[in-house]
């Protein structure tokens, strides 16, 4: 197995245990050993039918077999809009799987039936616009005098429509030191080591 590589990989930053197991169960499983599990993979992904366990032990063929599948294309889903298939193919081949069972994975989420859900879910919503207004209640029915700002916020979306908020002062504060938290959190993550490997 070549040295597992953190920047070519969408499995993550450590070769989950499942795929470890799946890699250890193919090196003697044979393709109409290994195939059905793939399809019970895709079954389960596309319309939720669970295949039933229950007669197996933990360490059952099947079971690894199942899990190391289903850990793969699940994550594949996660990274579909990011993922290209050259990519996919090199991750699967560092952590030392066979072109056989590679071309197998790679007809389910570039030709066969997973290739649906990848498009579905391929343009996720994006911000596209905002227009913001800050208006000030000067009196209402109860007060002469009330002098309450609240921000009015409209975002556009991409194949969302469009989202308006109300906000009062506090919940505007609020709303402004979550956003700030966020981009703090996120730039304190790129700095950690497993997100800028040497």
């Known amino acids: 197995m070549s040295k597992y590589s953190v920047e070519t990989s969408f499995l993550g930053h450590r070769i989950p245990k499942e795929v470890k197991l799946l890699v ?11 195939s059905p599990q ?69 007809d389910v989420v570039y030709r066969g039936e997973l290739k649906s859900l990848v498009r579905e879910e391929e ?14 209640v000067l009196s209402n029915q109860s007060l002469a005098k009330v002098m309450q700002p609240e921000v009015l916020l409209g975002m556009k979306l991409s194949g969302a429509g469009d989202v308006t908020l109300h906000l009062s002062q506090s919940e505007f504060h609020a709303l402004r030191q979550s956003v700030a938290k966020q981009l703090h959190d996120m730039c304190q993550l790129k700095e950690r080591k497993f997100m800028n490997p040497a």
């Open 123 to 136: 343009d996720p919503t994006r911000f596209r616009d905002l227009d913001w207004r800050l208006d000030v």
């Open 38 to 106: 793939l399809d019970a993979v895709v079954n389960y992904l596309v319309r939720g039918d669970a295949p039933d366990f229950s007669k197996d032990l933990d360490c059952s063929p099947s079971r690894v077999l199942f899990g190391g599948f289903h850990c793969v294309l699940s994550r594949a889903l996660r990274h579909r809009a990011t993922l290209h298939q050259s990519h996919f193919v090199a991750s699967l081949k560092e952590v030392g799987l066979s072109d056989e069972v590679i071309g197998s994975l790679e």
């Open 24 to 34: 250890k169960a193919l090196k003697t499983a044979k393709k109409n050993v290994y």
